[in-house]
């Protein structure tokens, strides 16, 4: 289904172009809504100023001259530099109806320099080289000078499905698109050059939107299958969920994944090795503490659990495989993080074979590397990668990174662009597996839980603001998962 939140190819984007063309809406009223949704940002944004457009020979071009239109028109100082002329069609009209001067776009960067606010409008998500050396002249005079930058689809010489530029791309205040967004919005590093993404409506239909795969990360997507408690609900309706415990001296971070569980599932169980008892017995309050010996015992104590979080300094050794073993012959859902993904690295295939559409995978890029070699070099991007990767181990994988993206074994993907700079700090990712894990045990799918605690870890980086530490997170989720219940759902990858 078609969904606000979905992220179109530049490929899927043309179509919807099509779609709407052929179901009677005219070409150039998009690209009319285009450019006046760039002067509505524009004039939202900032006080009358003089503003250059910076105007290329194609489409993107025909929406900078449109915008110019509206902008001169409520009284702004414009002044349009252009890149060739449009040839036909309706860059051509746009440019037609621009009845003040063009001046040509100049090598020298001195012409570009002269507007408070510049719009870049040469090239649009189709480029896929390095700029004219004019477009890179203009565009890095204006960024030198610390003009702010809108950019009109998106930075010029930023392709719109890659995740970084060939060659240079100026860095944006501000990106206003249209309909939907392409990879290149929420990709790292095209992100941060696109600085604040607005997606505007232009009229494109969502019946003329093909059926995309990609989204966005947002509640809307996962929220109809959230894990709410019901009004006769007890400790053991809401998800019992287990966390495999480290060592005596490695035991803060199943700590912190069972801590974060804890807010999510009705109870927590660690299960630890006999002599760390002591350690996690004097931390722990809610969750409780089950020693165990061996992969016999553990497969005794896990038969009535729902969830299992393992790897968080688990170790890596054959203990924490034979874990791993003995909780995939199991009924529950398993997360495996960290050491449990690392100690399969001479022989992944035997991890996969364990594996199956319940259970998720939450590897960093190293972590990820180890499972899977080349393949994220391979890419083309973080998505195709975590896709691959999703296909071959037969599970949900959930790829981290500051544009964290979960797929699923179906090719359903989603980018998490909730997120904090903040959170790159130890102990994260065992908070962000403790969630995960919480979700499963209450009986989330696998994919919607994984979206749901990717999103739900960044807000509450996000809430919680600078200088965090992962034992902050878990006292946030309280006010995350207040926040979650105004908000409507959409399930369009709830499953």
Same mark, same amino acid.
């Given at each position: 289904?078609?969904?606000?939140?979905?992220?179109?190819?530049?490929?899927?984007?043309?179509?919807?172009?099509?779609?709407?063309?052929?179901?009677?809406?005219?070409?150039?009223?998009?690209?009319?809504?285009?450019?006046?949704?760039? =002067?509505?940002?524009?004039?939202?944004?900032?006080?009358?100023?003089?503003?250059?457009?910076?105007?290329?020979?194609?489409?993107?071009?025909?929406?900078?001259?449109?915008?110019?239109?509206?902008?001169?028109?409520?009284?702004?100082?414009?002044?349009?530099?252009?890149?060739?002329?449009?040839?036909?069609?309706?860059?051509?009209?746009?440019?037609?109806?621009?009845? +003040?001067?063009?001046?040509?776009?100049?090598?020298?960067?001195?012409?570009?320099?002269?507007?408070?606010?510049?719009?870049?409008?040469?090239?649009?998500?189709?480029?896929?080289?390095?700029?004219?050396?004019?477009?890179?002249?203009? /565009?890095?005079?204006?960024?030198? !000078?610390?003009?702010?930058?809108?950019?009109?689809? /998106?930075?010029?010489?930023?392709?719109?499905?890659?995740?970084?530029?060939?060659?240079?791309?100026?860095?944006?205040?501000?990106?206003?698109?249209?309909?939907?967004?392409?990879?290149?919005?929420?990709?790292?590093?095209?992100?941060?050059?696109?600085?604040?993404?607005?997606?505007?409506?232009?009229?494109?239909?969502?019946? !003329?939107?093909?059926?995309?795969?990609?989204?966005?990360?947002?509640?809307?997507?996962?929220?109809?299958?959230?894990?709410?408690?019901?009004?006769?609900?007890?400790?053991?309706?809401?998800?019992?969920?287990?966390?495999?415990?480290?060592?005596?001296?490695?035991?803060?971070?199943?700590?912190?994944?069972?801590?974060?569980?804890?807010?999510?599932?009705? #109870?927590?169980?660690?299960?630890?090795?006999?002599?760390? !008892?002591? #350690?996690?017995?004097?931390? /722990?309050?809610?969750?409780?503490?089950?020693?165990?010996?061996?992969?016999?015992?553990?497969?005794?104590?896990?038969?009535?659990?729902?969830?299992?979080?393992?790897?968080?300094?688990?170790?890596?050794?054959?203990?924490?495989?034979?874990?791993?073993?003995?909780?995939?012959?199991?009924?529950?859902?398993?997360?495996?993080?960290?050491?449990?993904?690392?100690?399969?690295?001479?022989?992944?295939?035997?991890?996969?074979?364990?594996?199956?559409?319940?259970?998720?995978?939450?590897?960093?890029?190293?972590?990820?590397?180890?499972?899977?070699?080349?393949?994220?070099?391979?890419?083309?991007?973080?998505?195709?990668?975590?896709?691959?990767?999703?296909?071959?181990?037969?599970?949900?994988?959930?790829?981290?990174?500051?544009?964290?993206?979960? =797929?699923?074994?179906?090719?359903?993907?989603?980018?998490? #662009?909730?997120?904090?700079?903040?959170?790159?700090?130890?102990?994260?990712?065992?908070?962000?597996?403790?969630?995960?894990?919480?979700?499963?045990?209450?009986?989330?799918?696998?994919?919607?839980?994984?979206?749901?605690?990717?999103?739900?870890? +960044?807000?509450?980086?996000?809430?919680?603001?600078?200088?965090?530490?992962?034992?902050?997170?878990?006292?946030? /989720?309280?006010?995350?998962?207040?926040?979650?219940?105004?908000?409507?759902?959409?399930?369009?990858?709830?499953?």
């Amino acid at each position: 289904m078609t969904s606000p939140f979905q992220i179109l190819t530049v490929g899927e984007m043309y179509a919807a172009d099509r779609a709407a063309a052929e179901g009677g809406i005219q070409s150039f009223s998009l690209m009319q809504r285009a450019g006046e949704a760039v =002067a509505r940002e524009v004039m939202r944004r900032w006080s009358k100023r003089p503003v250059t457009v910076l105007c290329g020979p194609g489409l993107n071009g025909g929406d900078g001259y449109v915008a110019a239109r509206v902008l001169a028109g409520e009284g702004w100082d414009v002044r349009v530099l252009a890149l060739g002329e449009p040839g036909e069609g309706d860059a051509a009209r746009a440019r037609g109806e621009w009845t +003040g001067p063009a001046e040509p776009l100049s090598a020298s960067p001195t012409p570009s320099c002269e507007g408070g606010i510049v719009i870049d409008a040469l090239f649009g998500a189709g480029l896929s080289r390095p700029l004219p050396v004019e477009a890179e002249a203009a /565009l890095g005079a204006a960024e030198a !000078a610390g003009l702010p930058i809108v950019a009109v689809d /998106l930075p010029s010489g930023l392709p719109g499905d890659a995740p970084e530029p060939p060659g240079y791309a100026p860095r944006a205040t501000v990106t206003v698109t249209f309909h939907r967004k392409k990879p290149a919005h929420v990709l790292e590093p095209a992100a941060e050059t696109c600085g604040e993404v607005v997606v505007a409506d232009i009229g494109i239909p969502d019946a !003329a939107t093909p059926q995309a795969a990609l989204w966005e990360n947002d509640p809307g997507l996962w929220l109809d299958r959230f894990p709410w408690p019901q009004r006769n609900a007890h400790k053991h309706s809401r998800g019992r969920l287990g966390v495999v415990g480290g060592k005596r001296f490695d035991t803060g971070a199943a700590r912190l994944a069972s801590r974060s569980g804890l807010r999510l599932a009705g #109870t927590v169980r660690v299960y630890c090795p006999p002599e760390a !008892a002591p #350690t996690y017995a004097a931390h /722990l309050e809610a969750a409780m503490l089950k020693p165990f010996e061996g992969s016999g015992e553990l497969l005794e104590l896990a038969k009535v659990m729902d969830a299992f979080v393992i790897g968080p300094a688990a170790g890596i050794d054959e203990a924490t495989r034979s874990n791993v073993e003995t909780l995939a012959s199991t009924e529950a859902a398993l997360v495996i993080d960290a050491d449990a993904i690392t100690v399969f690295r001479d022989e992944p295939e035997a991890l996969f074979a364990l594996l199956d559409e319940k259970d998720v995978l939450t590897p960093h890029a190293g972590e990820f590397e180890r499972l899977f070699p080349g393949v994220l070099e391979a890419g083309p991007d973080k998505i195709a990668a975590a896709r691959e990767a999703a296909r071959r181990a037969g599970c949900t994988v959930l790829l981290k990174g500051p544009d964290t993206v979960i =797929a699923a074994p179906d090719g359903r993907a989603v980018v998490n #662009t909730r997120s904090t700079p903040w959170l790159a700090t130890a102990g994260s990712g065992d908070v962000l597996a403790g969630i995960v894990g919480g979700l499963l045990a209450g009986g989330m799918p696998s994919f919607g839980a994984a979206c749901a605690g990717a999103w739900m870890h +960044g807000d509450a980086g996000v809430r919680f603001g600078p200088a965090l530490c992962a034992e902050d997170l878990p006292g946030m /989720l309280p006010q995350v998962v207040a926040g979650l219940m105004g908000v409507e759902p959409d399930s369009a990858c709830s499953r």
